[in-house]
């Protein structure tokens, strides 16, 4: 099939359409107070995905440092999920949706939604899948035996066993985000994480009529909580309060519509693979350390799964924002508003960043009272959490790249910080003896060369 409003005559009358309000805003209004108005709901978003990391660190450090440590397995591949749905596929259907309404065609957007929802379901349905039957394996490889091991596997069963919550629930936010609407979907988030708070540690420890089910009742606030709000989602997008309506049957699924998602999503979920896996190496190459290594360095670095939703709360408004601008050819404000969120971004970053390696004791102490422990990630917040302006630099341009529709030279860039982080961190550990200083500091620098690259790339769009 051709691709583009152009190979069809019924989206090509639709394209001088008049755009809603809040598809002119997006064209018209003053970039930065757009930027900040449209990102401020996300900040919600940011403090719900920090309740879900955060909250079910403290409820499962209570079990024992076997559960916590099981969990701390399985984790990276829940949170994949979560980033592939939110901003790699999840940022192409923002992005294409934003780019439709730009020029004109609100029934384009509308049957995007509709092959967005059909993606969802075909992704859970692998991601499940490859995990019930791999995840074992996976678990082993890492290092997980014993209690440690059957804990990862009580969690990952009921967490990524039921990851048609997780697609819809972001996939379905990202339909709404495209229309510029960042209200509604980062009510719906909080909502969702707000239940799993609630309901998870009454299903780890029991309550009442509830049994105690362990790590597996953490796997299962999730899946509840997060299916409740995937429902709130779809209604919301069946009502006619939405600017894209979700609709089925017609037309049937269409290749060219898939187009639009994948060439930008594939990379997006590559981009998504590369920063899980980047944690998954590195904490293997940290077990190597030692168990309290090991502990210690996955802890301090769950605070780049809260530097993450930060980024993506501002580079959600920067897909819209950017998307709606180049559909209707408006290619320097685009620009413009790429560097914007780029500098606004690394500075939100950073300041995390810097606060936590100023007084790590305040991370760590959230999660265990072992010295050792703390020690090592308070080590590695010291030495990389400065350095996270850059990342967050380099996230910011990744997201205006899925605005302009194409995000293959930022994946890119992201792979070379892999191949410099992780492998210096072999290097340090196996041929200069460097242990954990040398660790953190190759993942420093795998920070550094992230930003600088993606600044570069910005710099020659």
């Not at 802890?299 to 959600?316: D, H, K, Q, S």
């Not at 992780?422 to 953190?440: E, M, T």
Request: charged fraction near 10%; proline fraction near 5%.
């Amino acid at each position: 099939m051709s691709d583009g409003i152009a190979s069809n005559p019924a989206l090509s009358s639709a394209a001088p359409a008049r755009p809603a309000a809040r598809t002119k805003m997006l064209l018209e209004a003053p970039i930065l107070p757009t930027l900040l108005r449209l990102s401020a709901p996300n900040v919600l978003n940011l403090a719900a995905i920090a309740g879900l990391i955060t909250f079910d660190g403290l409820f499962l450090g209570r079990l024992g440092p076997d559960a916590l440590a099981g969990v701390s397995l399985v984790f990276p591949f829940v949170m994949f999920v979560q980033h592939v749905a939110a901003s790699g596929v999840g940022g192409a259907v923002s992005s294409a949706i934003a780019r439709a309404l730009g020029a004109g065609a609100r029934e384009r957007a509308n049957d995007l939604a509709g092959h967005a929802f059909a993606l969802a379901l075909g992704m859970a349905l692998l991601i499940s899948g490859a995990m019930l039957a791999a995840g074992p394996l996976v678990y082993r490889a890492m290092g997980g035996r014993g209690a440690v091991l059957q804990s990862a596997l009580d969690y990952s069963s009921v967490a990524l066993g039921g990851a048609v919550s997780i697609c819809v629930l972001n996939i379905l936010a990202n339909v709404v985000r495209g229309t510029g609407n960042m209200a509604y979907p980062a009510a719906v988030l909080v909502a969702s994480v707000l239940g799993h708070v609630v309901l998870s540690p009454m299903l780890i420890f029991g309550w009442g009529p509830l049994p105690a089910l362990g790590p597996a009742g953490a796997g299962w606030g999730l899946v509840v909580s997060f299916g409740v709000g995937s429902a709130a989602l779809f209604f919301h997008l069946r009502s006619e309060r939405s600017v894209v309506r979700l609709r089925f049957g017609a037309p049937p699924l269409q290749w060219d519509l898939y187009k639009e998602f994948f060439r930008v999503g594939i990379p997006g979920m590559i981009n998504v693979g590369i920063n899980n896996l980047t944690v998954v190496v590195l904490t293997g190459v940290a077990g190597h350390l030692g168990r309290d290594a090991a502990i210690g360095y996955a802890m301090g670095a769950r605070l780049e799964y809260i530097v993450i939703p930060l980024a993506f709360g501002f580079g959600t408004a920067l897909v819209a924002m950017v998307g709606t601008n180049w559909g209707a050819k408006q290619e320097r404000r685009a620009r413009a508003i790429a560097w914007t969120g780029a500098a606004t971004v690394a500075a939100a970053c950073g300041a995390v960043g810097v606060f936590f390696a100023l007084f790590p004791s305040l991370w760590m102490g959230l999660f265990t009272r072992e010295a050792e422990v703390i020690r090592v990630g308070a080590l590695y917040l010291r030495i990389a959490g400065p350095m996270y302006a850059l990342s967050g630099l380099g996230m910011a341009v990744y997201f205006a790249m899925q605005g302009f529709g194409g995000v293959v030279p930022a994946v890119l860039a992201n792979a070379l910080r892999l191949v410099v982080a992780a492998g210096g961190a072999l290097a340090a550990l196996s041929w200069l003896d460097a242990g954990p200083f040398g660790v953190f500091a190759a993942i420093a620098c795998g920070f550094v060369l992230y930003g600088a690259v993606n600044a570069c790339l910005l710099a020659r769009r």
